[in-house]
Structures are given as C-alpha cells and as structure tokens.
C-alpha cells in the first residue's frame, strides 16, 4: 500500500514548521503538515496579551539555520516572533504544504496486512477526510490548552474574564479595577503593563516566583549591520548565550548549593525595586532557586511597588459576582479577572485520539505517568514522534533549541529505517 505521504506535520509553530523546514532542508519532498487553525505560529500566534515576549535571548530562542540579524531587542517581542516564523515559512518553500483550518482530529496505527509492504498512519481530519502516512510527526507543543482555576463561582463573575492566552483585546482596562491571579512567566510581563492604565490591579499570588534582572537592551544598527556582514559574530553570541544557559544547569541540577549566587542577585534585584519590608516579604519565594522556572523581568517588582497595585497571598476560596473572595473573609472587588494560571499540558499532549499498535490509545498509555525515549519516541507507537514531548521543557534552556535537537533525531530515526521500508 502507498501512503498518502512519507510524513505528516501536525502544528505549525516552532515545532511543527522546523520539521516541516528540516524535510525540505534534507530534500524530502513526500509530506504534509496539517494546522487547525487559520495561520501558522502555535504559542505566537494564540499568545498576543499586553507585554508578551520572550524570556530566552532571542540569538537563541531561533533556528540555528536560520539567524536574524534584524531583532531589534536581545529579547524579542510578541510580533517580530511571529513575524519570523511566517518569514521561515516562506524562505524555505514550505508554506504551500501546510493544510490550514482543518487539524488532525484522530490518528491510529495500522500494521501491515496483505499486500501491505508497511505499517502505516492512519489519520482523521477535522472535516472528516482520511489520510495515510509512514511517519507521524507531532509538533503540538504543551503551551495550546489554556487551565482555568477550579475556583468556586468562577462563573457567577459580573464581568469579563479572560486567559493570558485568549486575550480579548475589545476589554478596555482604563480605569477599571483588575485581578490578575498567577504569578508565572506571563503574569510577570502583563501586570506591568496593564498596572499603567488600570484605577487597581490585584495580584492574587499562591506562590512567589524567583525574577531575575532581564539583561535586555535594544539591538543597535552597527549591530545588525555586523550580524549581516559576519554572520559568524551572530554564531558567537548564540554560543555565548548557549554556554551561559548550560552554565546554570550545573548548579540547578548538580549541585544545589552553588544556587546561593543566584538567589543574592534575586534578593538585591527586588531590594532595589521594593523598599516596602513587608511586601518583599510576601514576593521573597520560600523555596531554593530551580525549583520553579526562573523568571526574567525589570519591571515586575517595580509594578508590584505602585500604590494601586496590591500583592494578595491569602487563598482564594471564591469568586462572587463582585469579585473574589479570600480565606481571610475579605472581598477584592474587580471589573475584570485575568487567569495567568498556565496551560494543562496532559490534555494538550493528549490532544486528539491518538492510538497505538492493537489499539492503545495515548491518554490510557499516560494515564499513570507521562513519559518518552528521549522526550520523542513510546514502544507501542511506532514510527510515531512528538516534539516538545514529556521532561523537554527543562527550566534553564531555549525551546527551540530542544525542538531542533529533537528534529535531529527524527531525521536519524528516519535515516536508520529506510532500509526497511
């Protein structure tokens, strides 16, 4: 049986449109890349929330193929991200393979049977149509499934309430009084500035984040004119970049003790922004720095200072029309709630019906304990490879630098079974 194509992409963000770039790069041309939605970009595409960016140098958070000596800040906003990925797609042929507006709904694996020289895919699209492959390819990511907070009332709220991820940007926040509640590496960029224009913003914070001071600075001509004069003095930076992430990877995971240096500079950077003892109290996180993800920002801590933006620890036991209500009694009242609460990566990874060899699906596969040869690969799903997969997303280190990595080994894994097909 001949498959419909050698490869199929599903998602074209980082992930889905590398693959589909590293394909092209390597001259396969047997392949298609199917996206649900009407434009390509995944997390750059449905996060567009005031403040949105990278928290990776930029030299880094791109392809190593492709360099951009155009950024204009060492840490890129929301749309030249977005602007990049729909320039890769472009310079290197692949936009006319991708199928939009019509995602892979169900997928199953098929063994060969009479006649059949391969196993094979077999997949079901959003509008009800069939296709077939040899490989599966899955560049979904964790970040596409926005996690609402289980919170008692949420919908008896009398205003609007939104994700950091679905932004509504016809809300006008001038003069209204906002609950933001999470304190994660979108939260820290929106409080900021959302706190400019609001009469109130209270932040209802479950657990402190440690923030770094962002060592960011904007990208000056002569600069760019060397990226694209001696593309080997962008390479350099990228590689300094890279040895300096690596470099905190030692203490994080090695030796915990040399985390002390970084929660000094934590500590100093918030002692210069909030000279309030009782509310550095309340942002001082109570655990070891690389416990959680290490946030970057120069303007958190600073917001958290202004008079009309409150930090609120206590838990939330509801939400009533007016506003939320916390352990201690007291009613915050809000106009608007936004829900920084991140993004349910089960479900994102799970997305779909995706089942195996006799018929196991993925979800019952996971349902004990999420895991995959090197983050990419499971027995039982053969010829099956998710990119961005489970333990890829390490607290320390650019994603796009992963994916690549992980493009890599598909390419490898393909390489080894030609043979055999």
Request: hydrophobic share 40%; aromatic share 8%; proline share 5%.
């Amino acid at each position: 049986m001949k498959t419909d194509h050698e490869v199929a992409v599903i998602g074209t963000g980082f992930a889905g449109l590398g693959m589909a770039i590293g394909l092209e790069r390597e001259g396969e041309r047997d392949y298609a890349v199917y996206e649900r939605a009407d434009s390509l970009g995944g997390t750059w595409r449905d996060n567009h929330y005031p403040g949105c960016g990278c928290d990776i140098p930029t030299p880094l958070y791109s392809f190593s193929f492709a360099p951009n000596p155009e950024w204009s800040y060492l840490y890129a906003r929301h749309d030249e991200i977005r602007a990049y990925l729909e320039r890769c797609a472009d310079e290197f042929g692949v936009r006319d393979r991708i199928t939009f507006g019509n995602g892979v709904g169900t997928a199953a694996w098929h063994d060969a049977g009479p006649g059949e020289a391969a196993g094979h895919w077999r997949l079901t699209l959003d509008d009800g149509t069939t296709r077939t492959a040899r490989v599966l390819v899955a560049g979904i990511g964790g970040l596409n499934r926005p996690s609402l907070p289980d919170i008692e009332g949420l919908e008896d709220f009398g205003g609007p309430i939104m994700h950091s991820a679905a932004w509504d940007h016809s809300v006008d926040l001038a003069g209204k009084r906002v609950a933001v509640i999470g304190t994660g590496a979108s939260a820290i960029q929106l409080i900021p500035e959302i706190a400019a224009e609001t009469a109130h913003v209270d932040v209802f914070q479950r657990t402190a984040p440690w923030v770094m001071p962002r060592l960011d600075f904007k990208i000056r001509p002569w600069m760019k004119t060397l990226f694209r004069r001696l593309p080997i003095a962008q390479r350099a930076l990228r590689g300094l970049i890279w040895s300096l992430q690596e470099t905190v990877a030692v203490p994080l995971t090695k030796q915990p003790k040399l985390t002390k240096p970084l929660e000094w500079v934590g500590r100093a950077h918030m002692r210069r922004a909030i000279s309030d003892r009782e509310l550095r109290r309340r942002v001082t996180p109570g655990y070891s720095v690389g416990c959680k993800r290490i946030l970057p920002s120069n303007s958190y801590y600073p917001a958290l200072a202004r008079n009309d933006v409150d930090v609120v620890s206590d838990p939330i036991t509801r939400i009533t029309r007016a506003g939320i209500e916390t352990a201690t009694g007291e009613l915050r009242e809000a106009d608007v709630i936004v829900c920084a609460t991140g993004f349910d990566i089960r479900e994102a990874l799970e997305q779909g019906e995706v089942k195996g060899r006799g018929g196991v699906a993925l979800g019952a596969r996971w349902a004990e304990r999420i895991e995959a040869h090197r983050g990419t690969m499971m027995s039982g799903f053969p010829n099956l490879f998710i990119l961005s997969g489970p333990n890829t997303g390490t607290g320390n280190m650019s994603q796009v630098f992963m994916i690549e990595s992980q493009i890599n080994f598909v390419q490898k894994a393909r390489e080894a079974t030609a043979e055999e097909v």
